[in-house]
T-cell receptor, first 115, second 114 residues
Framework: AQTVTQSQPEMSVQEAETVTLSCTYD???????LFWYKQPPSRQMILVIR??????QNATENRFSVNFQKAAKSFSLKISDSQLGDTAMYFC????????????FGQGTRLTINP | KAGVTQTPRYLIKTRGQQVTLSCSPI?????VSWYQQTPGQGLQFLFE???????NKGNFPGRFSGRQFSNSRSEMNVSTLELGDSALYLC?????????????FGPGTRLTVL
């Protein structure tokens, strides 16, 4: 069975600080994608960043970057220079390439950016 | 390009009734997946449709069903509603298996069962 675990239910940081959200996963598959999705309060889920498991280089999107450790099955998200608009639920998710379009989600981390 | 749309956005039903939710994917996307989001269980996969065929189904009772039309629009149906079916139902569309696998989500339908 494939599982995703986010060990931090809630986090809170000051604006402009850097914050890292943790995620571990378990799978026997070798070819998959990992994602971080953001769900702001009462707004729809949007993709923050994506990592292909076959790529060793960590993905980066502006202030968002990941630390992907395939052997350890770890996929953390770092948000630099955090902004008030980063306040949201963050979900780590996993999908098998060429498999069913079924995302397996972690339980989420509620991130609050304080002014 | 228009995003994923879901209708209705809010629904209030009573136990025992049935409900149909609709999802229109992004133009050109052929895969539609449905998820149930609740505070207790988090985000759980319901089912996935690709080219009008159900390719995979999550661990939900048979009261949950769905279909996809030739234009890739999808509907899901829940019969004999129970209180525990109250949730945010999210639809996501993608190009299909292996094509980047990125899923784009709609705003969801919030179902309340009284």
């Amino acid at each position: 069975a494939q599982t995703v675990t986010q060990s931090q239910p809630e986090m809170s940081v000051q604006e402009a600080e850097t914050v890292t959200l943790s995620c571990t996963y378990d799978t026997s598959e070798n070819n998959y994608y990992l994602f971080w999705y953001k769900q702001p309060p009462s707004r729809q889920m949007i993709l923050v960043i994506r990592q292909e498991a076959y790529k060793q280089q960590n993905a980066t999107e502006n202030r968002f970057s990941v630390n992907f450790q395939k052997a350890a099955k770890s996929f953390s998200l770092k948000i630099s220079d955090s902004q008030l608009g980063d306040t949201a639920m963050y979900f780590c998710a996993f999908i098998v390439i060429q498999g069913a379009q079924k995302l397996v989600f972690g339980q989420g981390t509620r991130l609050t950016i304080n002014p | 390009k228009a995003g994923v749309t879901q209708t209705p956005r809010y629904l209030i039903k009573t136990r025992g009734q049935q409900v149909t939710l609709s999802c229109s994917p992004i133009s050109g996307h052929r895969s539609v997946s449905w998820y149930q989001q609740t505070p207790g269980q988090g985000l759980q996969f319901l089912f996935e449709y690709f080219s009008e065929t159900q390719r995979n189904k999550g661990n939900f009772p048979g009261r949950f069903s769905g279909r996809q039309f030739s234009n890739s629009r999808s509907e899901m149906n829940v019969s004999t509603l129970e209180l525990g079916d109250s949730a945010l139902y999210l639809c996501a569309s993608s190009l299909g298996p292996g094509v980047g696998n990125e899923q784009f989500f709609g705003p969801g339908t919030r179902l309340t069962v009284l």
